[in-house]
């Protein structure tokens, strides 16, 4: 998804208002024999849950699902984000595809923006697989990023 049709789709975003939010997103279980894994860094407990975008909860899940069923739980460190009404880090005036839920950041603290960062390609897989674009793959690096858009 482009940013274009993420506006045609979820409405525009003005002042860091984004008055569709409640039509889009709601609260995503993340099921228990994950998130025993999985910390929540602003929590600062498991993730047992996530509010975004209704667009990422299928394969954000079937995305987990892959990393359980792959032994890859302990290489799954860090939720550090999804909704965040913010521009792009470093492009003003560019909407974030944060703002409008459809991106997911984890393990930021060794995966930082420029950088090449430490998650494994077999976790990577279990995201790309389901439809996410890695920010790994990205002209500025961002790997701990995960997201539906592509802009």
């Known amino acids: 998804m482009t940013l274009d049709q993420a506006i045609e789709r979820y409405g525009p975003i ?3 208002i984004w008055p569709n939010e409640t039509l889009f997103c709601s609260i995503l279980k993340i099921p228990p ?13 498991q993730t047992t849950h996530i509010y975004c975008n209704k667009d990422l909860q299928e394969p ?11 032994g890859l739980l ?16 470093g492009e003003p005036e560019k909407i974030s595809s944060h703002a409008y839920g459809i991106s997911i950041d984890i393990n930021a603290a060794s995966n930082k923006l420029g950088e090449t960062g430490d998650i494994p390609p077999q976790l990577v897989e279990c995201f790309t697989s389901t439809g996410f674009n ?18």
């Open 33 to 45: 024999d994950i998130s025993q894994y999985w910390l929540n860094t602003a929590a600062g407990s």
């Open 60 to 70: 954000l899940l079937i995305a987990l699902q892959n990393v359980r069923d792959r």
């Open 74 to 89: 302990t290489a799954l460190h860090t939720f550090d984000g999804c909704l965040n009404i913010r521009e792009v880090r």
């Open 14 to 16: 003005t002042n860091g």
């Open 134 to 151: 890695w920010g790994g793959r990205f002209h500025r690096k961002d790997p701990m990023h995960f997201s539906l858009g592509d802009w």
